[in-house]
């Protein structure tokens, strides 16, 4: 189950864990029902206690981007640890402005 | 150039085996005491590879995938990753920075962050036999006692 937080239209998503492609089918899911539900200004990816992120995490972070483009928000990462930079700044994310 | 250790798996291509195969590979590589960067980046590439058996390799079907690892001299490593899948048909294609077949949640980046984690990355694929990946990094820092 994800650990979100709804305040000021800001939807915050405290991810946890190993990001791979078998944790980011559910996440995707869970992540997508909430902002088509409550239909954020802003989603906000926490990933504080994210332990292991391969490129599956990558292609997450784009969808949701791509998710919330369409329904009209924005996208922001927060707290990425420095063990998964090294992939986020290879897939050329940060030039999206997304990582805070 | 003497092989100091080795060790084989082989599993379900499930995708819950994906953190099962980083547990294998990140004990086995811990007798060399490499560094947190260097334990992250070799996970990183060999869960990249196992993905690619998955996901592009079985198709999600059901198959078996191969993982043998090697400690040679030098404090060098390689693993390789073998699929019995539908192959590469063209694999400069497949390994080109976001190309992918996976669709539009797949970043493509599968095998342009092997290249960039691992010191090198052989791929040897047939079409309708296999895929069989190759990875190599040595590690810079160690404490490994020769047996």
Request: hydrophobic fraction near 35%; glycine fraction near 8%; charged fraction near 25%.
């Amino acid at each position: 189950m994800l650990n979100t937080t709804y305040e000021n239209k800001v939807l915050t998503v405290f991810l946890s864990g190993e990001i791979d492609q078998h944790t980011s089918k559910n996440l995707r899911m869970e992540i997508d029902s909430q902002t088509e539900s409550l239909r954020p200004e802003t989603l906000c990816l926490d990933f504080d206690n994210v332990k292991f992120m391969d490129s599956s995490g990558i292609g997450l972070i784009m969808g949701r981007f791509r998710q919330m483009s369409l329904l009209g928000g924005r996208m922001k990462i927060v707290n990425l640890p420095e063990n998964i930079k090294r992939v986020v700044y290879l897939s050329g994310i940060q030039t999206l402005g997304v990582i805070k | 150039m003497n092989t100091l250790n080795t060790m084989e798996i082989k599993f379900p291509s499930k995708s819950i085996n994906e953190g099962f195969a980083r547990s294998v590979v990140s004990s086995f590589i811990l007798q060399l005491d490499p560094t947190i960067n260097e334990l992250t980046d070799i996970k990183t590439a060999v869960s990249e590879a196992v993905t690619n058996c998955i996901v592009h390799g079985y198709e999600d079907n059901a198959g078996i995938i191969y993982i043998k690892g090697e400690i040679r001299e030098d404090n060098l490593i390689v693993f390789k990753i073998r699929d019995k899948g539908k192959g590469i048909p063209d694999i400069k294609k497949a390994m080109e920075p976001l190309f992918t077949t996976g669709g539009e949640e797949r970043a493509g980046l599968g095998f342009a962050v092997m290249e960039s984690f691992m010191d090198k990355v052989k791929v040897s694929s047939k079409e309708g036999k296999g895929t069989t990946v190759t990875l190599y990094k040595k590690i810079i820092r160690t404490n490994y006692e020769k047996p």
